[in-house]
């Protein structure tokens, strides 16, 4: 369909304020780095994370599968090689295949974790990132799903709270992800070309289910400090992460992956982000390009209307709305793009030290 509309596209080059991407993934791509490192130089990003550094990702099969990696690689790799312009989490034990159980004997299997969560932070870890699969695929020894407030893993969260850093924990996804994948499914392409995205089946808990389990975790753990992710996985519902971020001051999120989301919503989307400027971190979860990173200034930054957003994967051309740009003030901005990431990111205040 040819789109008659008559408009001026204003695209960034840069952000306006030094950018942290404090969500992504490097995924091994070492031989890349440099070409990163230049996107984000081009697009005026300081800093990018790797949450999944010590995790081995592979794909297969329309899905992935992984296993534990090293993490060390990534401080020889990313960290030695261009100092202060990367950091890591680690996922800890929540590296192994979720084909398997999570653990056969729960105690040991949570002292392990405080163990090499305790290790990986002394190595320069800066926080501890759970994948989806808490909740959703991972069962414990009886074959019963563990789910993230589930008390056994309780002491888990409870260090990171010790340690200082902050448990960036994705649970749930967008809401068509859990409905039939027919032609009504609001993202039908993705779905089909991704059908391991698809949570439709019965085997999988529902996502009201996840998001309840999700927030009485962060709830039962006030002392320590929870990234929830994507707008908290339901951008759908603003109201929701707005009654929860009211209710939950130890909680943060950021909207990586989500700006088709918000920017169908544009003006409760932009009241969102001057009433929680606060606690809205910057982040792609994209491959690093400098054309994604000005994507996202341009819906953070303008007020151009009705433009194409990218799906999940980072690629352009399976949308099925467009989205128009927030047009964010400036003090707004730089909370979102560097402030609440220096006030949550061990050490990161010091490696921002005359680059702001
Ligand atoms: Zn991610």
Known sequence: MACRLVKTDHIPERARFPAVDAHNHLW???????EIARAMDEAGVACCSDLTANLDLRMAGGGYSFRAGRIETFFERAAAAHPGRFYCFTTATFSRPFSEPLFTDARAFAEE???LLRKHVRLGAR???????LG?????????????DDPRLAPVWEEAGRLGVPVLIH??????????????????????KYPSWSFAGPEFPRKEALLEHRDRLVRNHPRTVFMLPHVAN???DLGYVSRLLDSCPNAFIDFSARTDELGRQPYSARDFFLRHSGRILFGI??????????YHFRFLETRDEFFIPPDYDGTFGRHRWKVHGLGLPDAVLKRVYHENAMLIIPGLRDEMVGRI
């Not at 091994?28 to 440099?34: A, N, P, Q, V």
């Not at 959703?136 to 009886?142: F, H, M, P, S, W």
């Not at 649970?171 to 089909?192: C, G, I, K, M, W």
């Not at 979860?285 to 000005?294: G, I, K, N, Q, T």
């Open 234 to 236: 339901q951008p759908e």
């Open 136 to 148: 959703l695929r991972y069962r414990d020894a009886g074959g019963n799903i563990v789910f993230a």
């Open 127 to 133: 926080g501890l990132k759970i994948l989806k699969e």
């Open 28 to 34: 091994s791509d070492w031989d890349r780095l440099g």
């Open 285 to 294: 979860d994209m491959p690093v390009s400098a054309e994604l990173y000005r």
């Open 171 to 192: 649970q749930s996804d967008p809401a068509a992800f859990f409905e039939p994948v027919t032609p009504e499914n609001e993202h039908f392409d993705t779905l089909r």
């Open 113 to 115: 974790t405080v163990e």
